[in-house]
């Protein structure tokens, strides 16, 4: 009687440890799934409220479209985590959204240039945002054909990999560079740049944990580093403008 006693508990006891590895493991997929755009909610709020891209650099929805699209077309040649897949698509979605802001935003204070216009001094400065969905829409098409006819072959995917995650993990150099190029941080968010920080650990320990392939690794890596050398700048910048 006692031996099936404990051995009753015993076994609730491991079956309520499974239950709440499994809420953690599912909680952690959730916010990697949502998290990636948490960051950008600030920055979206203040070009919203102020009417202005301010130090914000639009390059930054740039390198996470162009990472994003290669990372889905990844998946095709080496399928990976479901959650990181989802991220993907939902990020691209919100970069977008924020495009649209800053294109509407500054619209009115720029000349006119067309994406089909095939002018490189005018790259990603398009003055509608169909130009810049134009551009998008074009991409995606030569990666979807070239992962379709290369997708058996591993040089070919393992390299598309690399890029994808070196160009994502490059996410914060453009806004570095303006930074260091005006000597300031002032219109950037510096909320953005803590959530990127947090995001950034988070997921680096998510693809460790995960056993993920070793350019996602490399990626959160390099991403940490990055955000903080921006927060650095914030602190070296700090007397010449104030910070959102």
């Keep these: 009687m006692f031996s099936s006693l404990q051995a009753s508990k015993t076994l609730q006891s491991i079956m309520a440890s499974s239950i709440f590895t499994s809420i953690i493991s599912w909680g ?13 909610v600030p920055q979206y709020a203040t070009i919203s409220d102020k009417r202005s891209v301010g130090g914000f650099s639009t390059h930054v929805c740039l390198v996470l479209l162009l990472a994003n699209i290669l990372r889905i077309a990844f ?26 802001l800053c294109v509407s935003v500054a619209s009115s204070t720029k000349d006119k240039h067309r994406f089909l216009e095939f002018d490189v001094d005018y790259f990603w400065n398009w003055s509608s945002f169909d130009d810049y969905v134009q551009f998008l829409a074009a991409l995606a098409c030569v990666v979807g054909i070239l992962t ?9 995917v393992e390299g598309l990999g690399l890029a994808a995650l070196m160009t994502e993990a490059l996410l914060a150099a453009p806004q570095f560079w303006s930074n260091y190029q005006s000597k300031s941080t002032a219109g950037m968010s510096v909320s953005m740049v803590l959530l990127w920080l947090t995001g950034d650990v988070f997921k680096t320990i998510y693809f460790i944990a995960k056993h993920t392939p070793l350019q996602f690794w490399l990626c959160g890596f390099m991403q940490v580093s990055l955000d903080l050398a921006i927060l650095a700048q914030v602190a070296m910048y700090k007397k010449g403008g104030t910070s959102a």
């Design 28 to 40: 952690a997929s959730a916010f990697m799934i949502v998290g990636g755009v948490l960051p950008y």
């Design 75 to 100: 998946w095709f040649g080496h399928p990976f985590e479901l959650p990181l897949l989802l991220q993907s698509i939902i990020m691209i979605l919100a970069m977008l959204v924020l495009l649209q």
């Design 148 to 156: 379709a006819l290369l997708r058996g072959s591993y040089v070919f």
